[in-house]
């Protein structure tokens, strides 16, 4: 197992972490401060840094077996040795961009209030699906509910439930595509108090308020079950 220091901190933008093994598609720590692609969130890019100063880029980064995280450096790089300490260095404009773009859309999702299909978060822009009548999307007027939401400055929360307690609760979880994960007896929760409160593993601001304003981009019929709702930060 992986232990996942951006779980407890999202900000961290270095650590040290030892190499279990390397395998042909990534290289396995005991801990890492990359997230791996899921929930619609892209996997980080950085570097790994060798004692001798010598850089081994990671060009993303995906989950392994038995809740491992895999770093995947690009193709014909020099492999760590196993048992090598290593110091982590994640591309933070970029994840800061995923983090911002990625609390927008939980800030969105309470303004178009609908089941979520589908949804997408890039460095660049971001992406909901929803089960909803395209008439009822107006693009100027999500925007603006959006950002006068996270004009409030709310500080985020993270919670963790029993996977009972969210049984009982199925209204917490939005999206109809992707179940929060389960079998380690409890969930994580992203709460932003007065807001919004639903299961998720990603990665996160502290205040909303760090977001800044968000434009639509696009809004868009995917099928009779998926309209698009395409942001970007201003």
Known sequence: MTELLFREDAYLRTASARVLAVHPHGIELDRT?????GGGQVGDTGALVRA???RIA?????????DTVLHVPPPGATQPDIGETL????DWARRYSLMRLH???HVMSCVVVAPVTGGNISPDKARLDFDIDMSLLDAAKIAHETNALIARGVETETVWITE???DARPDLVKTMSVQPPRGAGRVRLLSIPGI???PCGGTHVKNIGEIGAIRVIKIRSEGKRNKRVEIALE
């Open 196 to 198: 919004d409160l639903q």
């Open 103 to 105: 609390t927008a859309l």
């Open 87 to 90: 110091t982590l260095e994640i």
């Open 33 to 37: 401060i990359f997230y791996p692609m």
């Open 164 to 166: 009972e307690e969210l």
């Open 58 to 66: 990671i060009a993303d980064t995906r989950k392994g077996e038995m």
């Open 52 to 54: 001798n100063g010598e």
